[in-house]
């Protein structure tokens, strides 16, 4: 067993891998999703099911033991009950990522593949200025879906994008919510991909969230884990969390575990890597994708795949993907 194969030479072991199973999605997120009319990845080029599931048990046998899946949006794949089954055969730990319009559908599904935890997407919880965000109407399908979740006993973590002047009071909202809700809430910092147009001054910094709920309320610091990609708090006397995913002011890529596998069999190593390597040609071409894999984590930069050295590196961005297609 080839222990090392996900250690890269900054000695981070890479256990942790984000399975993308499609770049369509239900909602039309203006940080995500670039455009309307974008072109969506025809499923003969995507990963099918089997390969999936040959590509994510070579992981788990270098040593991976969280598998997430996310998209675009997930549970759109006209496969997925086949998929779950499929990896909830490995000896990993799944998770997912989803805006959760269709979670009621799952439920039984999610269970039967022993998730535990959902990661749901959700920027305001305002029906208006979620309308002005995704450009869709799902508003309270996937409020009552997250109390589902909650209900069916599933962790619930919250994932906020925050856009200055576009949804910063729904933070404070964000919180009022932790108080009667055990979610775990994370405020994550808007962050550069193709054609999101994204700049520096349209992000809320971390600290400045923080100022903010600090004008309302008392909280408390909580332990972060090594790998942990959020700093967390809670405020005294709620039943939830919050945290924030500062890669843009406080990158904590000195404890990155994570490696990430697009929709159409591409590793990447980093979110912000631009150079991408083709596990599934070679997996079709009946090659052995161990030496590609070693390769791309041997490449891996210490940094947000060597971008951010400067903050004009805008047009760095563009070479890289948009969100939708890596699956954040
Ligand atoms: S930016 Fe790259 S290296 Fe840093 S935490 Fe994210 S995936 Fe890891």
Known sequence: MHLDSLTDTFHRRHDYLRISLTDACNLRCTYCMPNEKMQVTPSSKLMQAEEIKHIAATFVELGVKKIRLTGGEPLLRKDVR???????????????????????????????????????????????????????????????????L??????????????????????????????????????IEFMPFKGNGWQQDAVFFAIDALKLISTKYDYVKLEDRAESTSRNYKVIGHKGSFGFISTITEPFCDSCNRLRLTADGKMKNCLFDRGETDLLTALRKGEDILPLIQKSVQNKKLQRGGLFDSMNEAAAFHENRTMISIGG
């Open 82 to 148: 086949k998929i779950l089954r499929l990896l909830a055969t490995l000896d990993v730990e799944l998770a997912i990522s989803t805006n959760a319009v269709l979670v009621n559908e799952y439920i039984a599904d999610l269970k039967s593949a022993n998730i535990a935890s959902v990661n749901v997407s959700l920027d305001t919880l305002n029906a208006e200025e979620f309308f002005a965000i995704t450009k869709r109407n799902d508003f309270g399908k996937i409020l009552s879906n997250i109390h589902l």
């Open 150 to 187: 909650l209900s069916n006993g599933f962790k619930v973590k919250i994932n906020m994008v925050v856009m200055k002047d576009i949804n910063t009071q729904a933070i404070l909202d964000f919180i009022e919510w932790t108080k009667e809700f055990p979610l775990e809430v994370r405020f």
